[in-house]
C-alpha cells in the first residue's frame, strides 16, 4: 500500500487450521495399520515361532485405533459434537469415509484379536485378510486428505498416500519390536532357553526387515524432494523449507539422519545386527522420526504460502 514515497507492508500471521492433534492422529493410525499388517502376516504364515508376535499386535493394533481418534475429538472446537459426523456426511469429502471407516476398522480389529487368542485360526486368518484392506484404507486416506489439499506444495502430491503407508509400516514395526522385546526380557519367564533363542531371532528379522522397509521410505521422500525442487517456485519454496528452513532441524536431523540412517546402520551393523538392545534403541529412533515427520507435513505443510 503506497502513500507517497512510503510503502507499507502488511504481514497478517494466519491461526493454522491443522494442528499437531491431527498430526498424533496420523501418527496413532499408522501404529495402529503397521501392527495389524505385521499381526495378519505372522497368522497366515502359521509358523509357531511368529504366533506371540501375531497375538502382541492383534492387540496393539485396536488398541491403537481407538485412542487415535481422541486427538480429532479434542480438536473440534465442540468435542461433544463429534457424532455430526455420521449424521451430516458429505459423500464428496474423505472424511466421511474416514469416520465410518474409524468405526469399521477396529470393531473388525477387536473381532480379529479376539479369534487369535482363542486359536482360531481359520477364521483369524479369513478375518485378517479382509481386515487388511480396511487398515490400509484408514491410514490411506488421512494421505489422500492432505494431497487433495491442491494450494498446499508440500501435501498436494500423488506420492503422500503411498509415503503415509509406508511410514506407518515402518513405525508400526518398530513398535511390535520395542512391546515383543519388554515381553522376551520381562514378562516371558515360563519359556525355556531354545524358546528365548527362537523370540530373540523373530524380534531381530522383525529390526532387519524394518530397516528395509526404511529404505523404502527414504526413496519415496527423496523423490518426493526433487519433485518439489525442480516444480514450480512455491513447490521449491517448500522443499528448501525441508531442507535449509525452520523445519531443517526436524526433518533432515530428526526424520532422516536420527529415524531413519542411524536405526538402519543399528540393525543392519555386522556387529549390532545381533543384539536385542540395538534394535529396541533403533526402533524407539524409528518411531521419534516418524513423529517428526507427522509434524513436519501437518505444520510445515500450512507454513509456506498458498499457492
Partial sequence: MEHGDVNVVYSVEHQLPLVMYIGQYFFFTGLSAGSFVISVIATLLGRKEFKPVGKITALLAPAL???A??????DLEQPLRFWHLFLYY??????TYGSFLLTAYPVMGIIYAVMVYTNRQKAAKILGVMGIPLAV???GYTGFILALAKARALWN?????TIFLVSAMVSGIGLVVIVAAVRWKWFDKEADEEQKATDKKVILQLSQIMAYVIMLDLFLILSDILVLLTAHAD????GMLLLTGNFAFLFVGVEIILGSFIPMLLVLGPKSRKSLTAAVIASILVNIGVYAMRFVMV?????TPLS
Fill in 65 to 67: 485405533l481407538i485412542i
Fill in 69 to 74: 481418534p481422541l486427538n480429532l475429538i479434542l
Fill in 90 to 95: 458429505n459423500w464428496a469429502s474423505p472424511i
Fill in 137 to 139: 484404507s484408514v491410514h
Fill in 157 to 161: 502430491t500423488a506420492a503422500m498416500p
Fill in 235 to 238: 513447490a521449491f519454496e517448500a
Fill in 299 to 303: 505444520i510445515g505443510g500450512q507454513t
